[in-house]
């Protein structure tokens, strides 16, 4: 595996705006391997997304940058393709249109019709959407669709798949499901993956690496933790696993002692009886966030 694969380093943004400047992200630095799965924590508006659209070339950084495999990373290209929360697919559109116009793209001139064809339905097949090749997005369900956003992003061979809480909008278990189906693909074609999730057991369960980020302004990386939990990874033997919750709670504890987010802090206290010393249950934190 080599090494410093993707390097960010000294990465600053800052947005003007009608009070002035607005400093999101601040020397932001980190190394990732290749094949390496990370997972991107952090409170609401700390600046997950601006870092993610940075590395996907959407959002140019204001001081520092991105760097893979010796290309400084400026624009947008095939090798990092985006996994957003809302799928975002052409909805007049077929499943497998949907899948073709990617393929059509990256492999135009490279791929015959019949190897572009079976390619397109190969990767269909990765996350189990074989069965509904000639259904539009608008009569299949959240979770089907976002199946198709992360065929589509696959199938465009990126070495770099780049996720913004891909299944922050889905329920319990199909974003059970979907991680799994992540996990064994993950498994099978080794990419390189920088995943932003608002839910502390998926971090654990599928990253390798959990980078936390603090609150901004100026936000940054505040802790990295290594999750060296053994794969395959199983989420039931892992509830029980000792090593997994130790993680988790380092996770927890970052997040809700060390980085209070003080918007949740002031929505609690206000409308709702939940006094603000009780801690804030993970799952409405999640639940709110996807609404
Ligand atoms: N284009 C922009 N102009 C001004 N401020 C922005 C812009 N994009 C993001 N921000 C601000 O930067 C901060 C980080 O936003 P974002 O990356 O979306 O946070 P997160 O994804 O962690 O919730 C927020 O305060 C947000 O309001
Ligand atoms: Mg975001």
Redo the contacts with the bound molecule.
């Keep these: 595996m080599a090494n410093n694969y993707l390097d960010i380093s000294g990465v600053g943004i800052t947005?003007p705006?009608d009070n002035g400047p607005?400093c999101?992200l601040e020397n932001v630095n980190l190394r990732i391997d290749e094949g390496q799965f990370i997972a991107l924590i952090?409170h609401?508006?700390?600046?997950?997304?601006?870092l993610l659209n940075i590395l996907a070339g959407l959002e140019q950084a204001t001081s520092g940058g991105a760097i893979l495999q010796g290309q400084v990373v400026d624009e947008p290209g095939p090798e990092r393709a985006v996994v957003f929360q809302n799928h975002a697919l052409m909805p007049w559109l077929t499943v497998y249109q949907n899948v073709e116009l990617a393929v059509k793209q990256v492999f135009k001139g490279r791929k015959s019709k019949r190897e572009m064809r079976e390619w397109t339905e190969h990767n269909l097949q990765l996350v189990h959407m074989e069965h509904a090749l000639d259904k539009l997005p608008g009569e299949i369900s959240g979770g089907m669709k976002q199946r198709v956003g992360i065929a589509r992003c696959l199938a465009m061979q990126p070495k770099v798949v780049l996720m913004d809480e891909p299944f922050g909008a889905l329920d319990a278990l199909t974003r059970a499901h979907l991680q799994d189906s992540l996990m064994e693909i993950h498994a099978e074609l080794g990419n390189t993956v920088v995943m932003i999730t608002h839910d502390v057991d998926e971090a654990v369960l599928l990253s390798d690496r959990i980078v936390m980020m603090t609150n901004?302004p100026a936000a940054t990386i505040g802790e990295i933790l290594e999750v060296e939990l053994p794969r395959p990874r199983d989420r039931l033997a892992l509830a029980e696993n000792p090593d997994f919750n130790h993680v988790r709670q380092q996770v927890l504890k970052f997040l809700y002692a060390k980085q209070r987010n003080p918007a949740l802090l002031e929505e609690n206290a206000a409308p709702k009886e939940t006094p603000a010393s009780e801690p804030t249950p993970l799952r409405a934190v999640n639940d709110s966030e996807a609404a």
Excluded: L, M, N, R
């Design positions: 947005f705006t607005f999101a952090g609401s508006g700390c600046g997950k997304s601006t901004g």
